[in-house]
């Protein structure tokens, strides 16, 4: 909880931070990276700096940490919070890190606000800060004492499935052949590589295989225009591994995860290579007896670049109660829609849990159906792959 003086300030102050949060956020990477080039050739995404996105994920998150403490004092934005320790944990930051962020951050602040930061307003947001960044580090504590490592670990390719000429399945094995732990359905792994300049790059990749496996599997689809950094780790996988190679990756987090649905009818919808999480979804509810409906939805450009389809049929025939709806924008077949994803003729029953993940225009749209067709706001949970820029763009 923010101090009452520092709250005053931060209130008076929001708005000329807020509008001015882009150009902090660009002076910050560029002061960090200029500082610690290392950090952007081995830990922060390279396609995300070019494209900006990263830039405007932090500014969102800094500005709805900030309101929601003036909003909502007594409460912890543990969601959002959760969220990026998550994202955190599976890159392996450690609390020094955030000491080097503080530095090049309010340099940032100070460089772009000029003397409007007098100490007053400083020490405010630096109040604001510290509140975010230590209810970060305990987070990603937590994280890493239950995973029982905060580092990376080296496996196997055991075999390479090619699910769609643009999807790639890894499925691996510890080299060091100890125990695999188990995940939740719905979590992913940090995949590390080395680039051919040298550069190590981090990428997030959905777990695709069922809970419970002995080996981890993995779905990547390939982003074209391999030589620009948004699709440098995609095409490297996608040309340079093979099986018996070897793949540094870390224990897996993130929060979407089938939490509270038993007995609770569930809806799981996804579009592109967003139907990854879905699949170990499927699995485990299967797997579970799970009796209550379960309703897949799942949109793509074709039925040929659906994605692990076989796996997204196979799961949901098990189920007791399910129905199954698929969108393709070319080649429809029968049984299936045209067009892009609409829920209006779809039946969703009282009290379903929904799981989203694909690109934010799609999410968008679906939660805003589900929401008019009765679904509860809290029980509607998404993943996004790359920085979250649903805040950013709120």
Known sequence: MLSEQSAATVRATLPAVGAAIGEITERFYAGLFAAHPELLRDLFNRGNQAAGTQKQALAGSIAAFATHLLERPE???????????????????????????HRHLFAAI????????????????????????????AIEKRLYEQSGSAGWREWEVVERIAETADVVSFRLRPVDG???????????????????????????????????????????KRVHGGATPDGEVSNHLHARVREGDVLQLSEPYGDLVLDGVDG???????????????????????????QAPVTVVHGDRSPAEHALRADHEAYAAKLPVAAVHFWYEQDAEEGTHAGLVDLAGIDVPEGTRAYLCGPLPFMRAVRSQLIDKGVAAADIHYEVFGPDLWLAKS
């Open 75 to 101: 409460q912890r934005p543990d969601a959002m919070l959760g969220r990026i320790a998550h994202k955190h944990a599976s890159l392996g930051i450690a609390p020094e890190q955030y000491e080097v962020v």
């Open 110 to 137: 100070a460089d772009v606000l000029g003397e409007a930061v007098t100490p007053e307003v400083a020490a405010a947001w630096d109040e604001v800060y510290w509140l975010m960044a230590n209810a970060l580090v």
């Open 178 to 220: 100890g125990p695999v732990a188990d995940f939740r359905a719905g979590q992913y792994v940090s995949v590390r590589v080395e680039l051919a300049d040298g550069a190590r790059q981090i990428r997030q990749y959905s777990l695709s295989g069922a809970p419970g496996e002995t080996v981890r599997q993995f779905s990547v």
């Open 264 to 290: 609770a009818p569930v809806l799981l919808a996804s579009a592109g290579i967003g139907v990854t999480p879905m699949i170990a979804m499927l699995a485990h509810l299967a797997a579970d007896g799970h």
